[in-house]
Antibody
Framework: EVQLVESGGGLVQPGRSLRLSCAVS????????MHWVRQPPGKGLEWVSG????????DYADSVKGRFTISRDNAKKSLDLQMNSLTSADTAFYYC?????????????WGQGTLVTVSS | QSALTQPRSLSGSPGQSVTISCTGT?????????LSWYQQLPGKAPTLIIY???KRPSGIPDRFSASKSGNTASLTISGLQAEDEADYYC??????????FGGGTKLTVL
């Protein structure tokens, strides 16, 4: 069974940083691209960032480009999202998401999400 | 990276069929077949119900079907059931390794 467990969310002040992590199990991690998708409370989904199987391709939504960094460690089966210069607009549930393939296609498994609240 | 356009809400009675539209552009919906649909039950994470425009993952009932024509994709739920009450999101690959979601449709089963 595929399991994706996010951690690292919490309350953070505007301008500060936070690092999210996702621990995975139940599938061969290095065979799949991975993503982060976020959802402000009561609002819709937004793709945030993705990384292909070997970290050779990464990209970001315009809203986070230059502030967020995605990374993965295939040996540790973990996915991270470093978030800097946070603003209230970054307040959301952040989901760790498994892609269907190596190179990026669609999202076939989701974690339960971790809530990031940016507030003073 | 503008969100795809979905109706904000729809409703239907048990047994009826409903269709949710998802409109984008030739740079996303019309340009790629990585078009997927997600169901989000209240308080839960989204789950994949349609991928590659019209394919169903194992375990998804055939009451869920989907298609695409030009820049518009559609999800049809036939034989509506109370358990189908949820938020539904479309998502398309938008090129250059980016993805875009629809704004979401809240489906109410009357």
């Amino acid at each position: 069974e595929v399991q994706l467990v996010e951690s690292g969310g919490g309350l953070v002040q505007p301008g500060r940083s936070l690092r999210l992590s996702c621990a995975v199990s139940g599938f061969i991690f290095e065979d799949f691209a991975m993503h982060w998708v976020r959802q402000p409370p009561g609002k819709g989904l937004e793709w945030v960032s993705g990384i292909n199987w070997n970290s050779g391709t990464v990209d970001y939504a315009d809203s986070v480009k230059g502030r967020f960094t995605i990374s993965r460690d295939n040996a540790k089966k973990s996915l991270d999202l470093q978030m800097n210069s946070l603003t209230s607009a970054d307040t959301a549930f952040y989901y760790c998401v498994k892609d269907k393939g190596k190179a990026g296609s669609e999202f076939d498994s989701w974690g339960q999400g971790t809530l990031v609240t940016v507030s003073s | 990276q503008s969100a795809l356009t979905q109706p904000r809400s729809l409703s239907g009675s048990p047994g009826q069929s409903v269709t949710i539209s998802c409109t984008g552009t030739s740079n996303d919906v019309g340009g790629y077949n990585y078009l997927s649909w997600y169901q989000q039950l209240p308080g839960k994470a989204p789950t994949l119900i349609i991928y590659d425009v019209n394919k169903r993952p194992s375990g998804i009932p055939d009451r869920f079907s989907a298609s695409k024509s030009g820049n518009t994709a559609s999800l049809t739920i036939s034989g509506l059931q109370a358990e189908d009450e949820a938020d539904y999101y479309c998502c398309s690959y938008a090129g250059f390794w980016t993805w875009v979601f629809g704004g979401g449709t809240k489906l109410t089963v009357l």
